[in-house]
């Protein structure tokens, strides 16, 4: 889903995060929630990782167990069988070291960031008690013709309605 951007109004992210929360709160607990993460450019995420590497004391990942179909991939299936078998919503992964130590560059780092920023989550990396990068604070962000927007919604309108 795409969000515009209008600070008169607010956040994006926090607005959506608001909506998914009240329509959660009235809706019974089922199977089913809406949860609301960012798509990310994971090279901002790869960039704060080489530059602090040897100092990164954390990386965590809260993931959201999928509820869609279609989703296929390692980390998908361990977290539908932990949405199915568990019950979780969310997941949370964090690799902690007190010396700075970790390694960011293995195959379950990258795996589980490609997860987190194709919106399956959040991800996080700390410098001892500072946090370097929250992929809340980098969002994708597309920009629109508004006179294109509103050709191709016109389109799209008598597409539909063309009998």
Do not use: C
Not at 10 to 27: C, D, I, Q
Not at 29 to 46: Q, R
Not at 57 to 74: H, K
Not at 96 to 106: D, H, L, Q, Y
């Amino acid at each position: 889903m795409a969000v515009e951007h209008d600070s008169r109004v607010g956040k994006p992210l926090a607005l959506m995060r608001s909506l998914a929360e009240s329509v959660n709160a009235r809706t019974p607990a089922t199977y089913w929630t809406i949860s609301v993460n960012p798509i990310t450019d994971s090279d901002e995420f790869w960039t704060v990782a080489r530059r602090y590497r040897g100092a990164i004391t954390e990386i965590s990942f809260l993931f959201i167990a999928p509820n869609m179909l279609g989703v296929s991939d390692s980390y998908a299936d361990d977290l539908k069988r932990m949405r199915d078998e568990e019950n979780a919503q969310e997941v949370l992964l964090a690799i902690r070291n007190s010396s700075g130590n970790i390694n960011p560059e293995t195959r379950q780092v990258h795996q589980a960031e490609e997860y987190v920023s194709k919106g399956g989550g959040r991800s996080k990396i700390k410098s001892f008690r500072k946090t370097m990068y929250d992929s809340d604070a980098h969002i994708s962000k597309i920009n629109f013709d508004a006179k294109a927007l509103s050709d191709l919604r016109d389109a799209v309108v008598d597409e539909v309605f063309r009998t």
